[in-house]
């Protein structure tokens, strides 16, 4: 039996669509696109351009406001290294992505100074909080629009216009969100925005920077001068025109894909609570983008289930970017809950192809694998004797 795929808040499926056109833009757009002398240079340049146009009108934006880059993290960087914030303040808060801390710190090492503001058990930052952070030498505010882990979606117009005022930046993290819930960057008011083309259905190793003035920015990178030397470097033709379709589809699906994931998340949460019980959700079930589900097993640790349902479902213990050392993530140490429902915490994550059996049988899957780890803790539980994950390990 083939494993089920539970995961897309790590990496979405390629889109077949995307595939096919990025196969024949491989095969046909041969010439570099930033050399307009010859009809094969034009051709690939055009097709960057159209593929930048369908990304701008996914998310409310300019052609010229998008800015193509490696990927997310890359994007992250730009915003927050380019914003030229040091020696001065910046505001985020403690359950961003890595790619947003990590940029932060080595800001605050060259003299800055970050205010981590603290989250609710549900991961929502109070808007007080941020408004009372918010200084008049604070240059910039980050946050990330749909939380990695527990899917908690930030009201980011609403924030942006509580603190907004001339010389404040805004950056959002939108990696998550694009795909998953309505964007209009532009009626957000917000001045920046990373993308990610693999959470929605496009390829690895291209991502984008939303910009709303190139001259908030400087580069990060040097040497050839494309894309108005913000982010230089020859742009890679197939893995844009593969985003720009991705694009197009999240422009013209999102609100099918939304309707579909919401009802695989909630049939997703009753049939773990019917079937399984004892558990704790951190996703909450308002204010939470759909497909993406956060939650702890009482008397089970994640990586314990982890290593029993490996071979049949892929899921993960927190983020991808966060797992393997062991411990649980920053975002799940910074909640207000107890060591055990940090260590306890998994995150499963259906996308649009997913289907209402594979569901079923994940929650199944889940359930024998918790039942036999509950009855290792307490000799007098019943372990059922037909657990497929006992059958298939010879317990």
Not at 142 to 155: A, D, I, K, R, Y
Request: charged letters at 20%.
């Amino acid at each position: 039996m083939s494993a089920i795929y539970l995961d897309h808040a790590a990496r979405t499926p390629l889109d077949e669509r995307v595939a096919a056109a990025m196969t024949t833009a491989y095969a046909e757009l041969v010439g570099s696109p930033h050399n307009l002398n010859h009809p094969f240079g034009r051709r690939a340049w055009e097709a960057i351009e159209v593929a930048r146009h369908e990304i701008a009108c996914a998310i409310g934006a300019r052609s010229d406001q998008i800015f193509f880059t490696s990927g997310a993290t890359e994007s992250n960087n730009l915003a927050l290294l380019g914003s030229g914030a040091t020696n001065r303040l910046v505001v985020t808060c403690v359950t961003e992505h890595a790619s947003v801390l990590e940029p932060l710190e080595q800001l605050e090492r060259a003299g800055g100074h970050v205010v981590r503001l603290q989250v609710d058990r549900s991961g929502h930052l109070d808007a007080e909080t941020l408004v009372a952070a918010t200084t008049s030498a604070t240059q910039l505010v980050s946050l990330m629009w749909v939380n990695n882990e527990l899917g908690t979606v930030h009201p980011v117009a609403d924030l942006a216009a509580r603190v907004r005022r001339p010389g404040l930046l805004f950056h959002v993290d939108a990696a998550q969100a694009f795909g998953r819930v309505p964007m209009n960057v532009t009626d957000a008011g917000v001045d920046l925005v990373t993308l990610s083309a693999h959470k929605a259905g496009g390829p690895s190793g291209i991502g984008a920077l939303f910009v709303r003035d190139a001259r908030l920015l400087h580069p990060m990178l040097f040497g050839g001068g494309q894309q108005t030397g913000l982010r230089p470097g020859s742009l890679p033709t197939a893995l844009c025109v593969g985003f720009g379709v991705a694009a197009r589809r999240v422009r013209e699906e999102l609100t099918s894909d939304g309707a579909n994931l919401t009802r695989s998340t909630s049939r997703l949460r009753t049939a773990l609570q019917q079937r399984i019980g004892a558990l704790t959700f951190l996703t909450p079930v308002r204010g939470a983008a759909p497909g993406i589900l956060s939650v702890a097993f009482d008397g089970a640790a994640a990586e314990d289930v982890l290593a029993l349902v490996g071979d049949e479902l892929a899921i993960a213990a927190g983020s991808a970017c966060s797992t393997g050392n062991g411990r649980p993530s920053h975002v799940l140490e910074a909640l207000p809950v107890s060591p055990s429902v940090r260590h306890n915490t998994l995150r499963l994550s259906p996308g649009r192809g997913t289907t209402d059996a594979e569901l079923d049988r994940a929650v199944e899957v889940l359930a024998s694998a918790i039942a036999l780890l509950r009855g290792l803790s307490d000799p007098t539980r019943a372990i059922p004797s037909s657990s497929n994950v006992l059958d298939q390990r010879g317990s």
